[in-house]
T-cell receptor, first 115, second 109 residues
């Protein structure tokens, strides 16, 4: 069982380019999340999905979009990358959806540099 | 606003005990998590507290006081592999996790 996988592991991207970060989980978890982690700051929630077919905005959603066509996949798209989106991106999942606290499990992360 | 405070960095000696504190101010409270994150890796779950008191799990213990908005993570018999960042996170009224910036723990021989 792989848990959560993310691709690519790292990427250098020119500003203005479109980029999709992939996230797949095999735990059949209902909820999935995208965070960014920057030095000196806590993890910040970008977007989340409580169940397949639904998505919601987190703390820092601007410049990012997500979709949740099925239970396993939760891709994050940067429509037109800017240097301030340079960060480490973590995908996470949890068994329960909205209305309950549950442990989140994280993928290995994608290190993105926008030049 | 919502706020989680942790010390930025701590240093301890192998074999010793260290306590990492976390104070929080959030809109609602539905539990507090501690995660461990080694450099360049993903955060991994350590503990969860929702009621006041101490939860012990091997060498690690976590304490919660909801009235004080305070938690600590206690690491005993420190090993070199415990060198990592320790992240405190609170589940708020919307069941979303609010994260502290993390405490980098350096273990010296």
């Amino acid at each position: 069982i792989a848990g959560i996988t993310q691709a690519p592991t790292s990427q250098i991207l020119a500003a203005g380019r479109r980029m999709t970060l992939r996230c797949t989980q095999d735990m059949r978890h209902n909820a999935m999340y995208w965070y960014r982690q920057d030095l000196g700051l806590g993890l910040r929630l970008i977007h989340y999905s409580n169940t397949a077919g639904t998505t919601g905005k987190g703390e820092v959603p601007d410049g990012y979009s997500v979709s949740r066509a099925n239970t396993d996949d939760f891709p994050l798209t940067l429509a037109s990358a800017v240097p301030s989106q340079t960060s480490v991106y973590f995908c996470a999942s949890s068994d329960s959806g909205r209305g309950e606290t549950d442990t989140q499990y994280f993928g290995p992360g994608t290190r993105l540099t926008v030049l | 606003g919502q706020n989680i405070d942790q010390p930025t960095e701590m240093t301890a000696t192998e074999g010793a005990i260290v306590q990492i504190n976390c104070t929080y101010q959030t809109s609602g409270f539905n539990g507090l998590f501690w995660y461990q994150q080694h450099a360049g890796e993903a955060p991994t779950f350590l503990s969860y507290n929702v009621l006041d008191g101490l939860e012990e799990k091997g060498r690690f213990s976590s304490f919660l006081s909801r009235s004080k908005g305070y938690s600590y993570l206690l690491l005993k018999e420190l090993q070199m592999k415990d060198s990592a960042s320790y992240l405190c996170a609170v589940s708020d009224s919307n069941y979303q996790l609010i994260w502290g910036a993390g405490t980098k723990l350096i273990i010296k021989p």
